[in-house]
C-alpha cells in the first residue's frame, strides 16, 4: 500500500534526522508533514496548524510543570553536592569489590528521586571510573552500569517513580504512579537481577582474561565538544554539569551535605507522592473540575500529575532550606533548571505532534488494525507492541509511548473495560514497553552516555543493549505473563 509505505518513509526520515542530531523541533514537523504530503490525506497547513501544533500544545500544557520541577530539582541536586554525597555514601559503604553493584544503586537513587538520567550521567560517572579503575574492571563495562540504574528499573517499573515515564500514562488512564506497585517491583527486580548478572559475568570473564581498566584519557578536545553538542541539544549547560574524574580528585572532598540530608529530599518525593494520593486527595473538594472553566474533567484524571507537582515542589523546598549555604547562587540554579526543561519538553511534545498527524491519516485506520491485531484480543499485548515498536522508531521512551497513548489510549481503555483488564496494570504494561526498545543505537541518552564516558558504540554498546533493551523485554514478557494469570487484579 502506498499510504502504508510513505508513513513507514517518513518514521525513516525522523530516525535519521534524529540520529544525525538534528532538533526534534525541525525533524518531528517535517518529518509529519512529508508523511500527509505523500499520502495526500491532509492540506499540509493545516496538518501543521491544527493538528501537529494543537497536540504539541496540549502535551506541554499537561507535562510542563513536571518536566520544570524535574529539572529543578536535579539542578539543585547537582548544585549542593547532593547526588555526589549519595554517589560517596553508596561507593564507600560497598568498596571497590562491589563496584558494579554500587553504581548501579547510585544511578537507581538518584533517578528514583527524580534526577533527570542526562545529569545523573555526568554525576556518576567520575565516581564510576574511579570505582572500576580501583576494582581492574574493563572501563567498557562503565556504560552499561550506568544504563541499567538510570535507565531501566527505576524509570519505568519501580511504582512512585516520578520520571516522566511514569507520569505520562496517568491522564490517559486515570492511574497514579503507583500503580500496580507488586508487578511493577517483580519486574523491576527482574531487570536489576538479571543486569547485574550480567555484568558481573563481563567483569569475571574480563579479570580472567587479565584485561583491567584500560588506557584510558578523559576529557580530550573531541571528546568535551561532543557531550557539550550533546548537552546543549538537552538543554544543559556543560559548565554546570559534574566535573571529570582528575578534576573529582583534585577538588577533594568538597563541603558536601551530610548524608541523611542527601537523601530525605528522595524520600520526600516519594513519600508524599504517596500521601498525597492516599490521603490529601480524598479529603478535597474537586467538584470544580467538572466546570468549562477547569477543563471538564474529574480527580481521576489529574490526581496523579497533582501528587507528582505537590511532591516535587515540596523536596525542592527541603533542597534549598537544607543547603543554604552551599548555594552560591540560588537563582542562578533555579533558573538554569528551568530553562534545562524547555528543550526536553518541546522535544518529546514535537513527538506527540507527529504521531497526532500520523494518526489523523486515512491509512491509520489499518496501522491501527495491525498493531491490535498482534495481540489477538489481549490488550496489555497490543499496548506493549505499539508502544515498544513506537519508542525503538522514535529512539525514546516518552515520546514512543506518547504517540501510542495520544492514538490509541481510548481504544487500549475501551479494550480494557471489555476484557476486565485494570487500568493500573495497563499503566505499568505501558510504561516498561516504553523502555524496552528505546535504547537502540541511534536514541540520544544512549549517544549522549558514550560520548561522557569516551566510548564508543563498538566499545560498549554490546552492554548496553543487554542491560537496557534484551532485558527490559524479557521483564516486559515476564510482567504480560503475570498480569495475565493475575487477571483483574491491580496488583
Known amino acids: 500500500m502506498i499510504e502504508l509505505a510513505a508513513v513507514l518513509v517518513a518514521l525513516g526520515l525522523l530516525m535519521l534526522l534524529a540520529y544525525r542530531g538534528v532538533t526534534l523541533l525541525i525533524a518531528a514537523p517535517a518529518a509529519a508533514l512529508l508523511a500527509a504530503l505523500l499520502t495526500g490525506g491532509l492540506p499540509i497547513l493545516g496538518a501543521y496548524t491544527q493538528i501537529f501544533m494543537s497536540n504539541t500544545g496540549?502535551?506541554?500544557?499537561?507535562?510542563?510543570?513536571?518536566?520544570?520541577?524535574?529539572?529543578?530539582?536535579?539542578?539543585?541536586?547537582?548544585?549542593?553536592?547532593?547526588?555526589?554525597?549519595?554517589?560517596?555514601?553508596?561507593?564507600?559503604?560497598?568498596?571497590?569489590?562491589?563496584?558494579?553493584?554500587?553504581?548501579?544503586?547510585?544511578?537507581?537513587?538518584?533517578?528514583?528521586?527524580?534526577?533527570?538520567?542526562?545529569?545523573?550521567?555526568?554525576?556518576?560517572?567520575?565516581?564510576?571510573?574511579?570505582?572500576?579503575?580501583?576494582?581492574?574492571?574493563?572501563?567498557?563495562?562503565?556504560?552499561?552500569?550506568?544504563?541499567?540504574?538510570?535507565?531501566?528499573?527505576?524509570?519505568?517499573?519501580?511504582?512512585?517513580?516520578p520520571a516522566i515515564q511514569n507520569a505520562i500514562p496517568m491522564p490517559f488512564l486515570g492511574t497514579t504512579a503507583f500503580a500496580a506497585p507488586g508487578l511493577g517491583i517483580v519486574t523491576g527486580l527482574v531487570m536489576y537481577?538479571?543486569?547485574?548478572?550480567?555484568?558481573?559475568?563481563?567483569?569475571?570473564?574480563?579479570?580472567?582474561?587479565?584485561?583491567?581498566?584500560?588506557?584510558?584519557?578523559?576529557?580530550?578536545?573531541?571528546q568535551d565538544r561532543v557531550i557539550r553538542e550533546h548537552a546543549q541539544a538537552e538543554g544543559f549547560d556543560i559548565a554546570e554539569l559534574s566535573p571529570r574524574p582528575d578534576q573529582e580528585r583534585a577538588a577533594g572532598r568538597e563541603n558536601l551535605p551530610p548524608a541523611i540530608l542527601a537523601v530525605l529530599p528522595i524520600i520526600v518525593v516519594i513519600v508524599t507522592n504517596f500521601l498525597f494520593i492516599q490521603a490529601v486527595v480524598e479529603r478535597m473538594d474537586?467538584?470544580?473540575?467538572?466546570?468549562?472553566?477547569?477543563?471538564?474533567?474529574?480527580?481521576?484524571?489529574?490526581?496523579?500529575?497533582?501528587?507528582?507537582?505537590?511532591?516535587?515542589?515540596?523536596?525542592?523546598?527541603?533542597?534549598?532550606?537544607?543547603?543554604?549555604?552551599?548555594?552560591?547562587?540560588?537563582?542562578?540554579?533555579?533558573?538554569?533548571?528551568?530553562?534545562?526543561?524547555?528543550?526536553?519538553?518541546?522535544?518529546?511534545?514535537?513527538?506527540?505532534?507527529?504521531?497526532?498527524?500520523?494518526?489523523?491519516?486515512?491509512?491509520f485506520n489499518a496501522i491501527s488494525e495491525a498493531v491490535l491485531d498482534i495481540g489477538g484480543g489481549n490488550p496489555l499485548v497490543s499496548v506493549a507492541a505499539a508502544v515498544s515498536v513506537l519508542s525503538a522508531m522514535t529512539g525514546s521512551a516518552s515520546g514512543g509511548m506518547s504517540i501510542a497513548l495520544e492514538t490509541l489510549g481510548p481504544t487500549f481503555v475501551d479494550m480494557a473495560h471489555a476484557t476486565g483488564v485494570s487500568l493500573d496494570v495497563m499503566h505499568r504494561v505501558t510504561a516498561v514497553a516504553s523502555g524496552a526498545l528505546d535504547a537502540l543505537p541511534h536514541n540520544g541518552a544512549v549517544i549522549t552516555l558514550l560520548t561522557v564516558c569516551g566510548l564508543s558504540h563498538r566499545d560498549a554498546y554490546g552492554d548496553i543493549f543487554v542491560v537496557a533493551v534484551a532485558i527490559p523485554m524479557i521483564a516486559l514478557v515476564i510482567l504480560i505473563v503475570l498480569a495475565s494469570l493475575l487477571g483483574t487484579f491491580g496488583l
Open 58 to 161: 496540549s502535551f506541554i500544557i499537561s507535562f510542563f510543570p513536571l518536566f520544570m520541577l524535574g529539572a529543578i530539582f536535579g539542578k539543585l541536586m547537582d548544585d549542593t553536592g547532593s547526588a555526589r554525597a549519595l554517589a560517596r555514601l553508596v561507593s564507600d559503604r560497598l568498596g571497590p569489590q562491589r563496584a558494579i553493584v554500587s553504581v548501579v544503586l547510585c544511578c537507581a537513587v538518584l533517578t528514583y528521586g527524580g534526577v533527570s538520567a542526562f545529569v545523573v550521567a555526568f554525576a556518576i560517572y567520575p565516581v564510576a571510573a574511579a570505582l572500576f579503575r580501583d576494582a581492574a574492571i574493563p572501563k567498557r563495562l562503565v556504560p552499561g552500569a550506568l544504563a541499567l540504574g538510570a535507565f531501566t528499573f527505576t524509570m519505568s517499573a519501580l511504582p512512585g517513580s
Open 286 to 363: 474537586t467538584a470544580f473540575l467538572a466546570e468549562p472553566r477547569f477543563g471538564a474533567t474529574t480527580i481521576e484524571t489529574v490526581r496523579g500529575v497533582w501528587a507528582v507537582i505537590v511532591a516535587l515542589f515540596f523536596a525542592v523546598l527541603l533542597l534549598i532550606a537544607g543547603n543554604w549555604n552551599r548555594l552560591d547562587d540560588l537563582r542562578t540554579s533555579l533558573d538554569k533548571g528551568a530553562d534545562a526543561s524547555v528543550l526536553p519538553i518541546f522535544n518529546t511534545a514535537s513527538l506527540v505532534g507527529f504521531g497526532a498527524v500520523i494518526a489523523a491519516l486515512p491509512v
Open 193 to 222: 537481577l538479571l543486569g547485574i548478572m550480567w555484568l558481573n559475568g563481563r567483569a569475571a570473564r574480563a579479570r580472567m582474561a587479565g584485561e583491567g581498566y584500560g588506557d584510558h584519557v578523559d576529557g580530550t578536545p573531541v
